[in-house]
Nanobody, 123 residues
Framework: QVQLEESGGGLVQAGGSLRLSCVVSGGTLSSYAVGWFRQAPGKEREFVATISASGRHTDYADSVKGRFTISKDNKNTVLMQMNNLRPEDTAVYYC?????????????????WGQGTQVTVSS
C-alpha cells in the first residue's frame, strides 16, 4: 500500500528557510507527478507546487514563486526548499502523488496523500 510521509516542518522566523521532504513507501514517485499543498486554519487546502514524473517540469502558486523550489531527490523522495518564509506561509503542508505523469494543480488530480507537517512562521 502506498504511503507518503512528510517531514521537515517546524517553527521559523520570517525570512528564514525550511526544507520539506516527502518520502513514499509501498510504491514509487518516479512515474507520477508529485504535489505540495497547504492548509491554514479556517482556510481551504491550496496548491503550492508540483513536479512532473520526469522532474523536468514544475509549477508553482504565484504566492510562492521565486521563494519555493520543488525537486526530486530520488525515485522515492521529493523535496521542497522554502526560502524567505512569511507569516502567511504558516499552514500544514501535505505532499501528494498524482494519478498522472504531468504537473497537476488541482487536489482532485491526486490519489495518495500524506498526513501533513506543520510549518509556522513567526513575525
Amino acid at each position: 500500500q502506498v504511503q507518503l510521509e512528510e517531514s521537515g516542518g517546524g517553527l521559523v522566523q520570517a525570512g528564514g528557510s525550511l526544507r520539506l521532504s516527502c518520502v513514499v513507501s509501498g510504491g514509487t514517485l518516479s512515474s507520477y507527478a508529485v504535489g505540495w499543498f497547504r492548509q491554514a486554519p479556517g482556510k481551504e487546502r491550496e496548491f503550492v507546487a508540483t513536479i512532473s514524473a520526469s522532474g523536468r517540469h514544475t509549477d508553482y502558486a504565484d504566492s510562492v514563486k521565486g521563494r519555493f523550489t520543488i525537486s526530486k531527490d530520488n525515485k522515492n523522495t521529493v523535496l521542497m526548499q522554502m526560502n524567505n518564509l512569511r507569516p502567511e506561509d504558516t499552514a500544514v503542508y501535505y505532499c501528494a502523488r498524482s494519478y498522472f505523469e504531468y504537473t497537476v494543480v488541482r487536489p482532485g488530480g491526486y490519489n495518495y496523500w500524506g498526513q501533513g507537517t506543520q510549518v509556522t512562521v513567526s513575525s
